[in-house]
T-cell receptor
Framework: GIQVEQSPPDLILQEGANSTLRCNFSDSVNNLQWFHQNPWGQLINLFY???GTKQNGRLSATTVATERYSLLYISSSQTTDSGVYFC???????????FGAGTTVTVRA | DTGVSQDPRHKITKRGQNVTFRCDPI?????LYWYRQTLGQGPEFLTY????????KSRLLSDRFSAERPKGSFSTLEIQRTEQGDSAMYLC?????????????FGDGTRLSIL
């Protein structure tokens, strides 16, 4: 199966700081999604980004499919950004998602 | 668009009992997926439906697990003779279909605890 590696595993930020999360994957994929899992366990869609760059408020993401990695940028972090960020890649056959182990982000006031 | 709905939110049961979970996808989404998430891990794929057809099952889905989507709308996931290792969050997702691809949208999950 496709291996998905996320780094760093844990990130502690001071409110207002910027950060970059990385996702590497081992094979060609159809698409890539970034999720935020809040403390209540809800998986919130952040980006659907097979390639290129997208921005949504203080968050942006870049996927370089030919080099098999994606980056999630958090700017001017807020305490509400705390939680676990998952990268998931969609297999070319069957459309299932394979998830990384996540990056746990803690933003301190 | 009311989102993916899962019921119940929590289920506590004794080892050896059978449990059934329900998932209502976003209307008009023809693809439906089940995933399982254990503490500290990312979700893992269990099975996938396109309309009413179950097209793929993970090796994680032992013989005690069965999933159905009888009319291509809601789906059920049943676990028979539950074991301690079945304790997890069970997540359902749905997506539409077009040639550019569609993102998967997740429900809030059913948290299963086996006593």
């Amino acid at each position: 199966g496709i291996q998905v590696e996320q780094s760093p595993p844990d990130l502690i930020l001071q409110e207002g700081a910027n950060s970059t999360l990385r996702c590497n994957f081992s094979d060609s994929v159809n698409n890539l999604q970034w999720f935020h899992q809040n403390p209540w366990g809800q998986l919130i869609n952040l980006f659907y980004i097979p390639s290129g760059t997208k921005q949504n408020g203080r968050l942006s993401a870049t996927t370089v499919a030919t080099e098999r990695y994606s980056l999630l940028y958090i700017s001017s972090s807020q305490t509400t950004d705390s939680g676990v960020y998952f990268c998931a890649v969609e297999h070319r056959v069957g459309y299932k998602l394979s998830f990384g182990a996540g990056t746990t982000v803690t933003v301190r006031a | 668009d009311t989102g993916v709905s899962q019921d119940p939110r929590h289920k506590i049961t004794k080892r050896g009992q059978n449990v059934t979970f329900r998932c209502d996808p976003i209307s008009e989404h023809n693809r439906l997926y089940w995933y399982r998430q254990t503490l500290g891990q990312g979700p893992e794929f269990l099975t996938y439906f396109q309309n009413e057809a179950q097209l793929e099952k993970s090796r994680l889905l032992s013989d005690r697990f069965s999933a159905e989507r009888p009319k291509g709308s809601f789906s059920t996931l049943e676990i028979q003779r539950t074991e301690q290792g079945d304790s997890a969050m069970y997540l359902c997702a749905s997506s539409g279909e077009d040639r550019f691809g569609q993102p998967q949208h997740f429900g809030d999950g059913t948290r299963l605890s086996i006593l």
